[in-house]
């Protein structure tokens, strides 16, 4: 078995394409070696900075030998027929071929031996194709005519080994070799090298280049924590900007910088982002206060000959200039009150369907005053912090800056002496923005928070703004998922089908009073068209546009669209409510099974949810959900009206003991059920259903339900809808698979 060593070296690569490429690379080549007959026992890729390549151990010499049948026309067929069979299989005549015998009589095949081809000639045929069809989100033209690239960056080496020899693969007009290059000053060579254990030793070794990613964040993570801990300090560590650098350094060498002070009372987020957006540092933060001091870490591309003095003084007077600029935003928006920012809003498109921000955010602050009772929030508070929250949108900081959204309208709002529920209010709206993202929790917050996603919903879903598949371009899913974390964290009982219907009914009153204005200027066809979206107009006059928005303002007015709408849209969250369930081992089913019988308490249905996927664990509910599904067969088989109940003497003494029984065991379990419902104790409901078991896994046994006897059948017909309807006031059962 033999190694094959490929690599591209080019010009610098994006950071943020490389993780991408990597992955690229393996699924393009390896698609097509496979394709070709190749196996092997490992394949790893590598990217950096200036190179992406593999390497792929086990690989055979050659393909192998395939030997195949392909079946002909029969015996005295046509000569036309017999020609096209032979030039098909790829032989010379019938001599090479023999005859076999089914049922249809004798017929023609041909034995076609194709042998094994060396893996160097199918690495080099794969190769081009590969690196023509790559999928670089962004790519750049080089050249002219067959030596023309278009590549993420100008290509200046290709390096193919395989079994210790060079595959002279060509591609945009460069010739594979076994050479490469290291560190641009510090060890660039060129190299020679026959396989990859030379290539890694000496790139790492003279090269001064670092192949592995999660080597080089290790080596930058470490080294940065270390040289803050000797100043005595901490690093403000970053995730994403540990992958990215370890993206643009071939040989990481963590300095430790210092930045003018005076800029330490800008917000701390405003500093972080700089270095982090702009300049690619990491903060740095006093471990007993946990502020930002004055410090940070860069990481150089090389060991400076005076330790990183240069290099840090130089990276600071950068950082002063940004962070200057920075400054002056602030400075010129504290200028603004927030007020007069949300006052420009009106000039902002939320959606050409759905108006401006400005119309946005008098929907949401209406919506978050009506849910601050229910979140125990202030009104007048979470209608003021509704008011101002998307303000910041227009501030200068927040153009520079879009991650700022919200965090530097709490510091404007904290500046203009605004409440600080208001100025938390403001910040935390947004969230959870992901699944690792905290919730908010405070009552102005959270009420704020979920008119926010609500209004988002309900908007987006009135003009049939769905996500589809994959495809979520108003982050829709998230939205829902982010009103199901607030409400359970908190505990927050809302009425979430009753929320959608009233503020459906926000969005109709909009269009109508839309229309009306619309009808004045341009004429009533137009005004009809957006007011019948809503209301059922007949007569097109101003007057009946008016009247439509007299009754549709009436308490409780409802059409079928919104009906339709809420229904859909609360089938929406009952998926969302799947998804954020399934990590804790609650069913998918068994969620449909509680939302089936039309609750939209999110709260109350994930409680009763979890209780009944315990209960389904043990062996009283498995039997039970059996019986019911039994019972449901039967009913579902039987023809004539079951409504209303059975007879009352039948009830009182009905001729099987096991169905005496089961009469008795109902009469217990079906109130005890009830009340423990009305109660919200579902394990408690659960433990009386419990009760059911027994009882009708011995009617089955022993009772007859089919019976000659009119009578009596439709009795017991009667006792099993009885059951079904004392189980379906937990769930709906029938929608539990098992």
């Known amino acids: 078995m033999s190694e094959l060593l490929f690599e591209i070296f080019c010009e610098e690569i994006p950071a943020r394409m490389q993780p991408r490429a990597e992955a690229d690379l393996e699924k393009l080549l390896g698609d097509r070696l496979k394709a070709a007959g190749l196996a092997w026992t490992s394949l790893r890729t590598f990217a950096g900075a200036r190179r992406l390549g593999l390497v792929i151990d086990g690989l055979p010499v050659k393909t192998a030998d395939v030997s195949e049948e392909r079946k002909g026309p029969r015996v005295g067929a046509p000569d036309k027929a017999v020609e096209g069979f032979l030039r098909g299989a790829g032989v010379a005549s019938l001599d090479q071929c023999e005859k076999r015998a089914d049922k249809k009589g004798e017929f023609w095949v041909a034995r076609i031996e194709k042998p094994g081809r060396a893996s160097a000639e199918v690495i080099a045929e794969s190769i081009p194709d590969m690196m023509k069809a790559f999928p670089w989100p962004k790519s750049m033209k080089f050249g002219e005519g067959e030596k023309a690239q278009r590549w993420v960056r100008p290509i200046q080496r290709l390096l193919c080994v395989f079994d210790g020899n060079v595959v002279p693969v060509e591609v945009f007009g460069i010739t594979a070799s076994n050479v490469t290059e290291g560190h641009r000053r510090m060890g660039r060579g060129p190299f020679t090298v026959s396989n990859f254990l030379e290539y890694a030793t000496v790139l790492e070794g003279e090269g001064h280049v670092l192949l592995d990613r999660a080597a080089r964040e290790s080596l930058i993570l470490n080294g940065a924590r270390k040289v803050c801990v000797d100043a005595g300090f901490e690093l403000v560590e970053d995730a994403g900007l540990l992958t990215e650098v370890a993206g643009l350094v071939e040989w990481p060498v963590p300095v430790l910088g210092e930045m003018d002070p005076d800029f330490l009372d800008l917000p ?155 100025a938390d209010a403001i910040k935390d709206h947004y ?259 419990s009760q059911l078991r027994a009882p009708i896994d011995a009617f089955f046994e022993q009772v007859t339900v089919n019976t000659d006897d009119a009578a009596l059948r439709r009795n017991r017909l009667l006792l099993l809808s009885a059951i079904r309807t004392a189980i379906r006031a937990v769930a709906d059962f029938d929608k539990i698979s098992g």
């Not at 740095?284 to 330790?307: C, H, M, W, Y």
């Not at 409780?556 to 399934?582: C, P, W």
């Open 268 to 422: 701390p987020e405003v500093i972080t982002l700089t270095m982090k957006t702009h300049q690619k540092y990491f903060a740095v933060r006093d471990p007993k206060t946990g502020e930002l001091v004055s410090k940070f870490v860069t990481i150089a591309n090389q060991v400076a000959p005076d330790g990183g003095v240069a290099i840090a003084a130089g990276n600071a007077r950068v950082l002063s200039a940004r962070l200057s600029d920075a400054r002056h935003f602030w400075d010129n928006d504290r200028k603004t009150p927030l007020s007069d920012m949300a006052a420009q809003l009106s000039k902002v498109t939320f959606h050409e369907k759905l108006g401006t921000v400005a119309d946005k955010v008098e929907r949401v602050a209406a919506l978050a005053e009506e849910l601050a009772d229910v979140v125990g929030a202030d009104k007048k508070l979470a209608r003021r912090a509704a008011e101002l929250a998307k303000a910041d949108l227009v501030s200068e900081m927040v153009y520079e800056f879009p991650e700022l959204q919200g965090a530097m309208g709490r510091y404007y709002a904290l500046d203009q002496r605004e409440d600080a529920a208001v």
């Open 431 to 689: 969230k959870p923005q992901g699944p690792s993202d905290e919730v908010p929790t405070a009552p102005v917050s959270a009420a704020v928070a979920l008119a926010d996603k609500l209004d988002t919903l309900v908007g987006f879903w009135a003009i049939d703004e769905k996500p589809t598949g994959s495809k979520d371009p108003f982050a829709l899913r998230r939205a829902a998922l982010g009103v199901i974390r607030i409400l359970l964290e908190a505990g927050t009982r809302v009425p979430l089908l009753e929320q959608i219907l009233e503020h459906v009914r926000v969005l109709a009153l909009r269009d109508i009073r839309d229309a009306l204005e619309v009808s004045r200027e341009m004429g009533l066809v137009l005004g009809a068209k957006y007011a019948a979206r809503w209301v059922p107009i007949e007569d097109v006059t101003i007057g009946a546009l008016e009247l439509g928005l007299e009754n549709y303002s009436a308490p409780g007015a409802r059409t079928r669209e919104t009906s339709r709408l809420g229904a859909d849209l609360l089938s929406f969250f009952a998926d969302r409510l799947k998804v954020h369930l399934r990590d804790e081992g609650t069913r998918h089913d068994v969620i449909d099974a509680v939302f089936a019988l039309g609750d939209d308490d999110l709260v109350r249905v994930t409680h009763k949810a979890r209780a009944l996927q315990a209960f389904l664990d043990t062996e009283d509910g498995a039997a039970l959900l059996a019986g019911n599904k039994r019972a449901s067969n039967i009913l579902a088989k039987s023809e004539g009206d079951l409504t209303g109940e059975a007879d009352a003497g039948y009830l009182a003494g009905a001729p099987e003991s096991a169905e005496r029984d089961l009469i008795a065991a109902l009469n217990t379990a079906g109130p005890a059920a009830e009340k423990a419902l009305a109660d919200e104790d579902f394990a408690a409901a659960m433990r009386a259903l």
